[in-house]
Every structure is written in C-alpha cells, then in structure tokens.
C-alpha cells in the first residue's frame, strides 16, 4: 500500500504521513466493548435472544449448550448492568423472569452476525475444537 492509498480504515495520507487519526480511544473503546461481547457466554446468549425473542431462565439454559445455571445467572446480570438485556418478573409463585433484549442490546445484531460470519468463513471452530464443519459460511441472523 502506497502512502497516496487510502488505509483499510478509510483514511488517506500523503507523504508526511496519515492526514490524521480515523479514530481516538480506540484501545479504551475495544477493551470497554470486550466486557459486552468478549466473555464466553455473552455473545451466546445475545444470539439466542436475537433470534428467539424473550425467553425464561429454563429456555435459555436448555438452549446455550454446556452453561452451568451459575454462569448464566452471573452473565445475565452482566448483560443487565451493562443495559442490554431486560428482566421481567413474570410471576412470584412459582418464580417466572423472562429476559429480552433492550433496544442497546437488539442494536448487537450487525456485530454479533458479523462475528457469527467471520469465524465460519474462516473456519475458526475447527481451529478450537478440532472438529470439521459442513462447509455453511454464512449465517443469518435475525431471520434476514
């Protein structure tokens, strides 16, 4: 790439360099994102409410595989704190909560499909778990 180019970020410079920076707090931007959809279950359960919808504590447990009850309720919480994911006492007796996504949290769609395409195209499951997938490289979201 020749300093006339423009940079994959979009910004062009010419022989003295960058005619400045496309971004500020990158790094500060990217690690406070990390807490939202850099822990393990976190993405997973935003996908599983983008595509289902409002779900209870049982429907998510049963539908995230291999997440202990005490995970989840903690990323719940998280995911809470963070105002992404609404919770809603549907009944005291028996306890009923239902989970949904805030408009901040339905806002993680392009990114958490993004993501979701990215790592089949570059076939990152099978990098981590030592399996072989069926070829499917893109995955909508959403029902698009």
Known sequence: MSSESESRFGRSGDARGPSGPLFTGVEETLLSMQEFVGRKWQPIIVYHLLEEGPMGFSAL?????????????????????????????????????????????????????????????HDVASDTDGTEQDGETAIAVGGE
Not at 70 to 78: C, N, V
Not at 87 to 116: C, F, K
């Open 61 to 121: 447990k049963d539908g995230v595989d291999e997440i202990s009850s005490k995970m989840l309720s903690e990323s719940l919480d998280d995911l809470e704190a963070a105002g992404l994911v609404d919770r809603t006492l549907l009944s005291d007796r028996p306890v009923r909560v239902e989970y949904a996504l805030t408009d901040r949290g339905q806002s993680l769609e392009p990114l958490i499909t993004e993501m979701i395409n990215w790592g089949a195209e």
